[in-house]
């Protein structure tokens, strides 16, 4: 859960660095958080002094620590994430963008196995094509980004400090000039928005300029295909596709942990659209992410790897749906409950609150309906007399709030 800072913005938001020699002794939070990060970098190899002046005059961001409580891919019902996400310009321009590319591309599908769909659908998710990197209403310097949640964010400082000496570490190794250092309000830097850590690990050099350059189209295209090579891509094999359910179809299956063979599935009542989706696929998983008034999904391992990009379903299952449409698929066969209101965040956390109380785990209360928490409202439907398709909606927030 990331959480506001408690420190007072007056000591700690809006405090600049003030750090001008070996004598001088400002103690404002502010001051001696970046003071303890300045150290920790050189004693993980920045060279003496270049931490101290990166940071030296840096600022806290109060618009940072405000983003943290507004991330759209876990606040948004998965139909408006898909909808602002996915349009026709969206998809015009990604096939713009593929024809453009075309031969880079193919060069990395040759050596990493990952299609140029997919590659092209978390460019067009992270960054609008590299749209959003020259606009200076959206990008941040990152060091000032990673400095603010490192020092301001006490549920995760110890992430954000380590993406921010990793982000040092980047200018120590001089890929890219401070001022290029541009990134999201949560420091993911480039054309498909990498951290800071995953850029050391896994960031290369494809355009053989001799930097890995995650502004540059094809290091950004190789780096993101290299990342998730590592993470366990199938080579040849889809994200899955969408599902149809019978009448009599128990949704208690849909787990989204349970791994069966389609010819299983298609026994319980659950099968491809499009039959010809599951040539050449073991197993998968099953979800519905708007319950039974929604579309369900049949989900294969590569879909898993999406979610290690980033862990939200909405996020994952955009990035999958726009590489099928790029490669000139149709819009999804069921459509979302467009009419339910959508739960506020102070509900979410309401509903997490209540099911626990009723004997069903969510993990974190977070405010955020994930694999935990739909796996609790199954199970709190199904013992008492719902349908347990584990749809988080106004209705069942009213039954858990009437339950003594």
Aim: aromatic share 8%; charged share 20%; with cysteine.
């Amino acid at each position: 859960m990331i959480r506001r800072a408690s420190l007072s913005c007056a000591a700690v938001f809006t405090a600049a660095l003030a750090m001008t020699g070996p004598g001088r002794s400002e103690t404002s939070p502010w001051a001696d958080c970046l003071r303890g990060i300045s150290a920790d970098a050189e004693a993980r190899g920045v060279p003496q002094g270049m931490a101290h002046g990166q940071l030296l005059g840096v600022a806290s961001s109060p618009a940072v620590l405000s983003a943290t409580q507004s991330q759209a891919e876990f606040a948004k019902p998965i139909w408006a994430y898909l909808d602002a996400t996915i349009t026709e310009a969206t998809i015009a321009e990604g096939q713009r963008k593929l024809a453009e590319w075309a031969d880079t591309f193919e060069a990395i599908e040759r050596r990493f196995g990952i299609d140029r769909f997919t590659l092209a659908a978390f460019w067009g998710v992270e960054s609008g094509y590299g749209k959003v990197l020259d606009d200076a209403a959206i990008v941040r310097p990152v060091v000032q980004s990673l400095a603010t949640l490192a020092c301001g964010d006490p549920g995760r400082s110890s992430y954000w400090r380590n993406e921010l000496i990793e982000a040092l570490r980047i200018l120590a190794q001089g890929d890219v000039s401070p001022e290029r250092l541009t990134g999201s309000w949560a420091g993911a830097m480039g054309h498909t928005q990498f951290m800071p850590s995953v850029y050391r690990t896994y960031a290369l050099d494809f355009d053989g300029d001799g930097r890995r350059d995650l502004w540059s189209t094809p290091d950004s295209l190789a780096s993101t295909a290299n990342y998730l090579a590592a993470m366990g891509w199938r080579r040849g094999e889809r994200w899955g596709n969408e599902a149809i359910l019978g009448e009599s179809f128990d949704y208690a299956l849909a787990d989204e942990t349970t791994l069966r063979s389609h010819d299983e599935w298609r026994g319980l009542g659950a099968g491809a659209i499009s039959p010809s989706d599951t040539e050449g696929a073991a197993t998968a998983t099953l979800v519905v992410p708007a319950g039974a008034g929604g579309p369900a999904f049949l989900l294969r391992p590569n879909f898993s790897v999406i979610l290690r990009y980033n862990t939200s379903l909405s996020y994952a299952l955009t990035v999958a749906h726009l590489s099928d449409r790029l490669r000139g698929q149709g819009a999804f066969a069921r459509d979302w409950p467009r009419g339910d209101r959508a739960l506020t965040d102070a509900e979410r956390r309401d509903l997490q609150t209540r099911l626990g109380a009723h004997g069903h785990a969510v993990g974190v209360i977070d405010g955020r309906i994930g694999p935990k928490t739909r796996a609790a409202i199954r199970a709190y439907q199904g013992s008492v007399g719902q349908r347990p398709d584990g749809y988080a909606d106004v209705a069942l927030l009213e039954r858990l709030r009437a339950s003594p």
